[in-house]
C-alpha cells in the first residue's frame, strides 16, 4: 500500500516533470473509482495550467487555473509521468492526464483510490476525509505538548491511537512499528499514560522514520518516468516490521509479532518499555 513517502515522491515528481505546463486533454479509460472519476475529465481540465501540488495526508490536490484534482493512491494505486506515444496503457492503466509530450499515468488494479474534479469555487480542504485529518508529521503543529493533551482522552494502545490517523497522518503500519521502535515506546501503552517526555522522543522518531524513507524514495526518482505497472513502493530498512524472531538490532533478543486491531505489530518487549 503507499504510504506517505511514496504519495509524496509521486507528488514530487508529478511537479518536477509537468508542473507549470497547461493540460492538452485526458484519456479515461475508466471511472469507477471509490470516488467515480468524471467521463468528461478532458473537456474540463483542457487548456489550464497545472500551477502546483500541495498533499495532505495521503491526498494530492493538484490546483489548476478554474479548480482542482483530488486525488488519492487507495490500496494498489501508482502514479508515473510518461511518454503516452511510446508506451502502450497496461491493463489497470485507467486515467492518462496529457501535458504535450508527457502524460500523468494513473494505475490502480484495486482501484480503491480516485481521481476527482472540484471546480474553484469548492475547495478541497473541505471535503470531510480531508478536513478531518491529524497533524501533518512535519508540520510546526506536532508537537509532544499538543499530542499529550490531544491523547489524554484515549486509553488506546499508543500503536492503535497512532493507526487512526486522528492526531498524526501518514504513520501508516509499518512506519509505526518503527517509530515506536525508536522511541523505545511498547506499542501496548496506553497512550493517555505517555509523558511528554516520551511523547517528545516519539515525535523525533516519527519524523525520523519518515525522513529516512523519504530519502529511499527521493533516490528511485529518477526511475519516476519510466516506471511501469505496480513497482514502486519503497522497501523500508526495517529494525523490527516483519523481523519476528530476529534479533533485536539493539539487545539482540528476538522481535515479537502481535495483533493488535487487526494488523500486525512487530516490537522488541525490551528495548520498547510501557513505562
Ligand atoms: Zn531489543
Redesign the pocket.
Known amino acids: 500500500m503507499p504510504e506517505l513517502p511514496e504519495v509524496e515522491i509521486t507528488r514530487l515528481g508529478i511537479l518536477k516533470r509537468v508542473g507549470g505546463r497547461r493540460c492538452t486533454g485526458a484519456v479515461v479509460r475508466e471511472t469507477r473509482f471509490r470516488k467515480a472519476a468524471p467521463a468528461n475529465l478532458s473537456e474540463l481540465l483542457k487548456g489550464q495550467c497545472l500551477r502546483s501540488i500541495e498533499r495532505r495526508g495521503k491526498y494530492l490536490i493538484w490546483s489548476f487555473d478554474r479548480g482542482y484534482i483530488v486525488s488519492h493512491l487507495g490500496m494498489s494505486g501508482v502514479m508515473r509521468v510518461v511518454d503516452p506515444k511510446a508506451t502502450e496503457p497496461v491493463k489497470h492503466d485507467h486515467i492518462d492526464i496529457l501535458f504535450g509530450d508527457l502524460a500523468v499515468r494513473y494505475h490502480d488494479p484495486r482501484r480503491f483510490g480516485f481521481l476527482i474534479w472540484l471546480p474553484e469555487s469548492q475547495d478541497p480542504h473541505d471535503l470531510p476525509e480531508i478536513a478531518k485529518l491529524g497533524e501533518e508529521p512535519f508540520s510546526d503543529g506536532f508537537t509532544a505538548d499538543r499530542l499529550h493533551s490531544a491523547l489524554a482522552n484515549t486509553s488506546l494502545p499508543i500503536k492503535e491511537a497512532l493507526l487512526t490517523g486522528k492526531y498524526v497522518v501518514g504513520v501508516g503500519n509499518i512506519y509505526c512499528s518503527e517509530s515506536l521502535f525508536e522511541a523505545c515506546i511498547s506499542p501496548l501503552t496506553p497512550a493517555n499514560k505517555l509523558s511528554t517526555k516520551r511523547l517528545e522522543r516519539l515525535v523525533a522518531a516519527i519524523r525520523q522514520v519518515l525522513t529516512l524513507s523519504l530519502q529511499e524514495g527521493g533516490s528511485t526518482l529518477k526511475d519516476f518516468v519510466s516506471a511501469e505497472g505496480e513497482q514502486g513502493y519503497f522497501t523500508l530498512n526495517a529494525k523490527v516490521y516483519g523481523k519476528a524472531g530476529k534479533p ?1 538490532s ?2 539482540g ?1 528476538p522481535i515479537k509479532k502481535i495483533v493488535q486491531n487487526k494488523r500486525a505489530t512487530y516490537f ?1 518487549s ?2 520498547q518499555r510501557r513505562e
Open positions: 533485536c539493539c539487545c533478543r522488541c525490551h528495548c
